[in-house]
Protein backbone atom coordinates (compact mmCIF):
# COMPACT_ATOMS: atom_id res chain seq x y z
CA UNK A 1 0.00 0.00 0.00
CA UNK A 2 0.96 3.77 -1.10
CA UNK A 3 2.35 5.46 2.63
CA UNK A 4 0.27 7.96 3.74
CA UNK A 5 0.77 10.96 5.45
CA UNK A 6 0.14 10.81 9.34
CA UNK A 7 -3.63 12.07 9.90
CA UNK A 8 -4.37 12.65 6.03
CA UNK A 9 -7.33 10.57 4.38
CA UNK A 10 -8.37 10.26 0.79
CA UNK A 11 -10.71 13.17 0.13
CA UNK A 12 -10.19 14.86 3.44
CA UNK A 13 -8.36 18.23 3.13
CA UNK A 14 -5.81 19.15 5.55
CA UNK A 15 -6.67 21.36 8.64
CA UNK A 16 -5.50 24.90 8.96
CA UNK A 17 -2.62 25.52 11.33
CA UNK A 18 -3.63 25.00 14.51
CA UNK A 19 -1.14 27.58 15.60
CA UNK A 20 -2.40 30.22 13.77
CA UNK A 21 -4.54 32.32 15.88
CA UNK A 22 -8.23 32.72 14.22
CA UNK A 23 -10.39 36.14 14.21
CA UNK A 24 -12.10 35.38 16.85
CA UNK A 25 -9.85 34.23 19.23
CA UNK A 26 -7.68 37.53 18.58
CA UNK A 27 -11.14 39.50 19.54
CA UNK A 28 -11.72 37.59 22.46
CA UNK A 29 -7.94 38.26 23.81
CA UNK A 30 -8.46 42.10 23.01
CA UNK A 31 -11.62 42.42 24.58
CA UNK A 32 -10.12 40.65 27.72
CA UNK A 33 -7.47 42.85 27.88
CA UNK A 34 -8.90 45.85 27.28
CA UNK A 35 -11.63 44.66 30.23
CA UNK A 36 -8.60 43.54 32.67
CA UNK A 37 -6.74 47.26 31.81
CA UNK A 38 -10.26 49.89 32.26
CA UNK A 39 -11.62 47.86 35.13
CA UNK A 40 -12.38 50.11 37.89
CA UNK A 41 -11.07 49.39 41.03
CA UNK A 42 -13.45 49.94 44.09
CA UNK A 43 -11.72 53.86 45.09
CA UNK A 44 -12.27 54.50 41.33
CA UNK A 45 -16.09 53.80 41.45
CA UNK A 46 -16.34 55.91 44.60
CA UNK A 47 -14.79 58.45 43.11
CA UNK A 48 -16.84 58.59 40.07
CA UNK A 49 -20.07 58.64 42.00
CA UNK A 50 -18.40 61.16 44.45
CA UNK A 51 -18.01 63.84 41.13
CA UNK A 52 -21.42 62.86 40.56
CA UNK A 53 -23.08 63.61 43.82
CA UNK A 54 -20.39 67.03 43.37
CA UNK A 55 -22.25 67.96 40.41
CA UNK A 56 -25.79 67.28 41.23
CA UNK A 57 -25.26 69.00 44.66
CA UNK A 58 -24.10 72.39 43.02
CA UNK A 59 -26.92 72.24 40.48
CA UNK A 60 -29.58 71.55 43.58
CA UNK A 61 -27.96 74.71 45.33
CA UNK A 62 -28.06 76.84 42.35
CA UNK A 63 -31.56 75.80 42.22
CA UNK A 64 -32.67 76.88 45.27
CA UNK A 65 -31.01 80.25 44.84
CA UNK A 66 -32.97 80.43 41.66
CA UNK A 67 -36.30 79.81 43.47
CA UNK A 68 -35.44 81.64 46.27
CA UNK A 69 -35.02 84.94 44.29
CA UNK A 70 -38.11 84.11 41.83
CA UNK A 71 -40.15 83.45 45.01
CA UNK A 72 -38.87 86.99 46.92
CA UNK A 73 -39.36 89.22 43.32
CA UNK A 74 -43.32 87.61 43.84
CA UNK A 75 -43.18 88.63 47.50
CA UNK A 76 -41.35 92.09 46.93
CA UNK A 77 -42.92 93.20 43.26
CA UNK A 78 -39.22 94.57 42.63
CA UNK A 79 -37.71 94.37 39.15
CA UNK A 80 -35.52 92.02 37.99
CA UNK A 81 -32.91 94.45 38.48
CA UNK A 82 -32.73 95.26 41.77
CA UNK A 83 -30.66 92.36 43.40
CA UNK A 84 -30.51 91.33 47.06
CA UNK A 85 -33.00 91.24 50.01
CA UNK A 86 -31.76 94.39 52.18
CA UNK A 87 -31.87 96.45 48.45
CA UNK A 88 -35.23 94.92 47.83
CA UNK A 89 -36.75 95.55 51.05
CA UNK A 90 -35.50 99.59 51.03
CA UNK A 91 -38.11 100.63 48.23
CA UNK A 92 -41.04 98.93 49.72
CA UNK A 93 -43.18 100.32 51.83
CA UNK A 94 -43.94 100.21 55.50
CA UNK A 95 -46.35 97.92 55.37
CA UNK A 96 -45.15 96.18 52.52
CA UNK A 97 -41.70 95.35 54.87
CA UNK A 98 -44.81 93.94 57.53
CA UNK A 99 -46.75 92.07 55.29
CA UNK A 100 -44.10 90.07 53.53
CA UNK A 101 -42.49 88.84 56.48
CA UNK A 102 -45.95 87.65 57.80
CA UNK A 103 -47.17 86.05 54.45
CA UNK A 104 -43.81 84.06 54.19
CA UNK A 105 -43.58 82.65 57.72
CA UNK A 106 -47.35 81.50 56.99
CA UNK A 107 -46.57 79.66 53.99
CA UNK A 108 -43.28 78.50 56.09
CA UNK A 109 -45.47 77.04 58.57
CA UNK A 110 -48.55 75.46 56.24
CA UNK A 111 -45.48 73.71 54.12
CA UNK A 112 -44.81 71.94 57.26
CA UNK A 113 -48.10 71.27 58.61
CA UNK A 114 -49.24 69.85 55.64
CA UNK A 115 -46.12 68.60 54.66
CA UNK A 116 -45.40 66.47 57.85
CA UNK A 117 -49.12 64.50 56.94
CA UNK A 118 -47.31 63.65 52.98
CA UNK A 119 -44.05 62.38 54.66
CA UNK A 120 -45.05 59.87 57.27
CA UNK A 121 -42.15 57.82 56.97
CA UNK A 122 -39.71 58.01 60.20
CA UNK A 123 -36.52 58.08 58.45
CA UNK A 124 -33.85 60.74 59.75
CA UNK A 125 -33.59 64.05 57.80
CA UNK A 126 -30.38 64.95 59.78
CA UNK A 127 -27.14 63.66 57.54
CA UNK A 128 -25.17 63.67 60.60
CA UNK A 129 -27.65 60.97 62.15
CA UNK A 130 -27.48 58.99 58.96
CA UNK A 131 -23.86 58.94 58.68
CA UNK A 132 -23.01 58.51 62.20
CA UNK A 133 -25.84 56.33 63.95
CA UNK A 134 -28.18 55.47 61.00
CA UNK A 135 -28.06 53.41 57.73
CA UNK A 136 -27.12 56.42 55.34
CA UNK A 137 -30.79 56.75 53.98
CA UNK A 138 -31.94 60.06 54.41
CA UNK A 139 -35.62 60.71 53.74
CA UNK A 140 -36.65 62.41 50.58
CA UNK A 141 -40.24 63.65 51.42
CA UNK A 142 -39.33 64.81 54.78
CA UNK A 143 -36.07 66.69 53.51
CA UNK A 144 -38.01 68.37 50.35
CA UNK A 145 -40.50 69.65 52.63
CA UNK A 146 -38.22 71.41 55.26
CA UNK A 147 -36.41 72.65 52.16
CA UNK A 148 -39.69 74.19 50.62
CA UNK A 149 -40.44 75.75 54.28
CA UNK A 150 -37.14 77.36 53.91
CA UNK A 151 -37.29 78.80 50.76
CA UNK A 152 -40.36 80.35 52.03
CA UNK A 153 -38.87 81.72 55.44
CA UNK A 154 -35.66 82.85 52.92
CA UNK A 155 -37.39 84.58 49.99
CA UNK A 156 -39.62 86.56 52.73
CA UNK A 157 -36.63 88.00 54.81
CA UNK A 158 -36.44 85.96 57.90
CA UNK A 159 -32.99 85.78 59.37
CA UNK A 160 -32.05 82.26 58.73
CA UNK A 161 -29.30 81.16 56.43
CA UNK A 162 -29.87 78.94 53.15
CA UNK A 163 -26.98 76.75 54.22
CA UNK A 164 -28.88 74.30 55.77
CA UNK A 165 -31.27 73.51 53.02
CA UNK A 166 -28.74 73.41 50.34
CA UNK A 167 -26.71 70.88 52.35
CA UNK A 168 -30.08 69.22 53.19
CA UNK A 169 -30.41 68.71 49.23
CA UNK A 170 -27.13 67.57 48.44
CA UNK A 171 -27.11 64.68 51.12
CA UNK A 172 -30.81 63.89 49.66
CA UNK A 173 -29.51 63.67 46.57
CA UNK A 174 -26.09 61.26 47.66
CA UNK A 175 -28.85 59.01 49.70
CA UNK A 176 -31.02 58.69 46.78
CA UNK A 177 -28.19 58.05 44.26
CA UNK A 178 -26.88 55.29 46.75
CA UNK A 179 -30.41 53.43 47.59
CA UNK A 180 -30.74 53.27 43.60
CA UNK A 181 -27.58 51.04 43.18
CA UNK A 182 -28.35 49.47 45.95
CA UNK A 183 -25.24 50.74 47.91
CA UNK A 184 -23.80 48.68 51.04
CA UNK A 185 -24.25 50.69 54.75
CA UNK A 186 -21.14 51.60 54.82
CA UNK A 187 -20.42 52.53 51.36
CA UNK A 188 -24.34 54.74 51.71
CA UNK A 189 -22.75 56.47 54.34
CA UNK A 190 -19.91 57.42 52.32
CA UNK A 191 -21.77 59.22 49.78
CA UNK A 192 -24.24 60.90 51.71
CA UNK A 193 -20.89 62.25 53.54
CA UNK A 194 -19.69 63.03 50.15
CA UNK A 195 -23.20 65.24 49.33
CA UNK A 196 -22.86 67.22 52.68
CA UNK A 197 -19.38 68.41 51.69
CA UNK A 198 -20.88 69.05 48.52
CA UNK A 199 -23.74 71.10 49.89
CA UNK A 200 -21.18 72.74 52.11
CA UNK A 201 -18.65 73.77 49.29
CA UNK A 202 -21.36 75.18 46.90
CA UNK A 203 -23.12 77.26 49.83
CA UNK A 204 -19.67 78.97 51.13
CA UNK A 205 -17.40 78.80 47.84
CA UNK A 206 -14.84 76.61 49.98
CA UNK A 207 -13.90 73.13 49.00
CA UNK A 208 -11.20 71.86 51.53
CA UNK A 209 -13.19 73.75 54.18
CA UNK A 210 -16.49 71.74 52.90
CA UNK A 211 -14.61 68.46 52.82
CA UNK A 212 -12.48 69.08 56.19
CA UNK A 213 -15.65 69.56 58.26
CA UNK A 214 -17.32 66.24 57.28
CA UNK A 215 -13.65 64.55 57.43
CA UNK A 216 -13.37 66.00 61.25
CA UNK A 217 -16.36 66.84 62.72
CA UNK A 218 -18.90 64.02 61.13
CA UNK A 219 -16.70 61.15 60.27
CA UNK A 220 -13.94 62.02 62.38
CA UNK A 221 -11.51 60.46 60.25
CA UNK A 222 -8.98 61.83 57.60
CA UNK A 223 -7.89 58.51 55.74
CA UNK A 224 -6.97 59.05 52.22
CA UNK A 225 -10.37 56.61 51.23
CA UNK A 226 -12.67 58.88 52.88
CA UNK A 227 -10.86 61.79 52.80
CA UNK A 228 -10.54 61.67 48.68
CA UNK A 229 -13.86 61.18 47.55
CA UNK A 230 -14.74 64.18 49.80
CA UNK A 231 -12.41 66.24 48.28
CA UNK A 232 -13.58 65.21 45.05
CA UNK A 233 -17.22 65.81 45.20
CA UNK A 234 -16.16 69.10 47.21
CA UNK A 235 -13.96 70.19 43.98
CA UNK A 236 -17.04 69.35 41.29
CA UNK A 237 -19.28 71.25 43.29
CA UNK A 238 -17.62 74.40 43.73
CA UNK A 239 -16.02 74.37 39.91
CA UNK A 240 -19.92 73.62 38.73
CA UNK A 241 -21.46 76.28 41.00
CA UNK A 242 -18.63 78.30 39.95
CA UNK A 243 -19.48 78.42 36.23
CA UNK A 244 -22.78 78.81 36.36
CA UNK A 245 -23.35 81.45 39.52
CA UNK A 246 -19.47 83.43 38.49
CA UNK A 247 -16.27 83.48 40.83
CA UNK A 248 -17.15 86.56 42.31
CA UNK A 249 -17.47 86.44 46.31
CA UNK A 250 -19.81 85.20 48.50
CA UNK A 251 -21.13 87.95 49.84
CA UNK A 252 -20.52 91.85 48.80
CA UNK A 253 -19.18 93.83 51.92
CA UNK A 254 -19.43 97.79 51.42
CA UNK A 255 -16.42 99.50 51.66
CA UNK A 256 -15.99 101.26 55.24
CA UNK A 257 -13.36 103.87 55.90
CA UNK A 258 -13.07 106.01 59.25
CA UNK A 259 -13.33 109.47 59.02
CA UNK A 260 -11.68 110.32 62.18
CA UNK A 261 -10.17 108.06 64.73
CA UNK A 262 -12.79 108.82 67.42
CA UNK A 263 -15.05 106.70 65.56
CA UNK A 264 -13.95 103.45 66.38
CA UNK A 265 -15.61 104.08 70.01
CA UNK A 266 -19.02 103.85 69.07
CA UNK A 267 -18.38 100.38 67.01
CA UNK A 268 -16.56 99.36 70.42
CA UNK A 269 -19.95 99.91 72.41
CA UNK A 270 -21.69 98.35 69.71
CA UNK A 271 -19.75 95.21 70.02
CA UNK A 272 -20.40 95.25 74.28
CA UNK A 273 -23.81 95.45 73.81
CA UNK A 274 -23.86 92.90 70.81
CA UNK A 275 -22.07 90.26 73.28
CA UNK A 276 -23.94 91.48 76.29
CA UNK A 277 -27.20 90.91 73.86
CA UNK A 278 -26.41 87.58 72.27
CA UNK A 279 -26.87 85.06 75.12
CA UNK A 280 -30.84 86.79 76.55
CA UNK A 281 -31.49 86.73 72.44
CA UNK A 282 -30.99 82.78 72.38
CA UNK A 283 -32.27 82.53 75.66
CA UNK A 284 -35.34 84.20 74.47
CA UNK A 285 -35.77 82.06 71.17
CA UNK A 286 -35.65 78.55 73.13
CA UNK A 287 -38.37 80.41 74.86
CA UNK A 288 -40.27 80.99 71.68
CA UNK A 289 -39.67 77.46 70.12
Known amino acids: MPARRCGHFPGVSPPENPTKPTTLSLELRLRVWIAEIIRPNELQV ?4 AGVIGFTGALSSVGFRRLSEFVHRLFTQQPITITGYVEGARYMSPWHRVLVPVAGGLLAGAT ?7 SKRKNTTDYMEAIVLGDGVVSTRSSL ?14 SIGREGPLVQLSAMLA ?5 LRKTPTLKLRLL ?8 IASAYNAPIGGALFVAEI ?19 ATITRGNILGEGPLYEIPSVRLQTSWEILPHLMLGLVAGFAAPWYLRLLRKSE
Open 192 to 199: VACGAAAG
Open 218 to 236: VLESLSMETFGPLVFASVV
Open 145 to 158: VKCLSAMFSIASGA
Open 46 to 49: TLFW
Open 112 to 118: LFFGTQW
Open 175 to 179: SGFGR
